[in-house]
């Protein structure tokens, strides 16, 4: 029967489509993740690029 033929195609492109919404869903959770992370590893970044400068004109007391 058609019908029923077209009522299976819609239930499996609906699942389909459900499926395929809730995996964008996770790879947009990962993205965002991620870039919090890359922002986090920025300005550890930052704060280690002071502390080496710091450091630096501490140990400039101690060259010859």
Do not use: C, G, M, Y
């Not at 965002?32 to 550890?44: K, L, M, R, T, Y």
């Amino acid at each position: 029967n058609i019908e029923e033929a077209i009522a299976t195609i819609k239930k499996q492109i609906d699942e389909v489509l459900e499926t395929t919404s809730s995996q964008a869903q996770n790879v947009a959770a990962a993205t965002q993740e991620q870039s919090a992370s890359v922002e986090e590893i920025a300005a550890s970044s930052q704060s280690l690029a002071v502390l080496a400068q710091d450091l630096q004109k501490a140990i400039s007391i101690f060259k010859i």
